[in-house]
């Protein structure tokens, strides 16, 4: 079975958050979360500052590979919890939460997006039981 890309539409919905990378957050950016029709996240762009080119190359590549996947229906939580948590050098703290990658941080950015903005992080007890009282 092969599944269909839902396409973002020519005109969207964005959040757009700031982001501040390494020790002492000498590289600052956004990410930017672009939403389907449905509410959903359809694209994650991430755009940093003063950074090398390898880097901001390899970053941008993380978020088209990240907007395809959500594009083709893989959900936000698969790629928030396999991408959360990579470690790799530098590790830092922002705003006295550690963070062991750049993914790491980039990915629970998302994630807060994610949670702020749509129901991605909702517990499915809520959505049926207000599903059930539409009905009552």
């Known amino acids: 079975m092969q599944s269909k890309r839902v396409r973002m539409p020519e005109e969207r919905e964005s959040y757009t ?3 501040e990378l390494g020790k002492d957050g000498e590289h600052s950016g956004y990410i930017t979360v672009g939403m389907l029709p449905n509410g959903k996240p ?4 991430i755009k940093v ?3 090398g080119t390898m880097e901001r190359g390899l970053l941008d590549g993380i978020g088209v590979l990240s907007s ?20 790799f050098e ?12 750049v993914l790491d941080y980039i990915f629970r950015s998302f ?9 991605v992080a909702q517990p499915h007890g809520i959505q049926e039981l207000v599903a059930v009282s539409a009905t009552a």
């Open 42 to 45: 359809g694209e994650l762009f």
């Open 90 to 101: 530098p590790d830092f703290w922002m705003n006295g939460r550690h963070y062991c990658s």
């Open 49 to 51: 500052a003063k950074m």
């Open 68 to 87: 395809l996947c959500l594009q083709y229906g893989v959900p936000p939580e698969v790629l928030i919890e396999k991408m959360a948590g990579t470690c």
């Open 17 to 19: 958050r700031h982001i």
């Open 111 to 119: 994630e807060d997006v994610c949670k702020k903005h749509t129901a």
